[in-house]
């Protein structure tokens, strides 16, 4: 159930993020209202993960990761931002510190 909830608090922060993005720096007050309610859910999610016994460098880790890889993408993707291989370079040492997070985690 951990997992669940951390998953959804990621979502909340890949919204707030993009909504930040879209906001035109808090111009537009609809965005700006979702960039707040999105961080305040990713908050409180995280931190209902954390109540359930999922260890912090590892909780955080996934969240900060799966969120940084999610918004590149979203930038890439959506928002005409650039790629460039050290941008893919810098995103795959990401995903792998928090696979070797994982893996190296102690056993619930």
Sequence with gaps: MAWLILAGAIIAEIAATTALK?????????????VVAGYAAAFILLAQALKLQLEVGTAYAVWAGAGTAAIAAIGVLFLGETISLAKIAGIALIIGGVVVLNLAGSPH
């Design 22 to 34: 879209l906001s035109d720096g808090f111009a537009h007050k609809g965005w700006a209202a979702l």
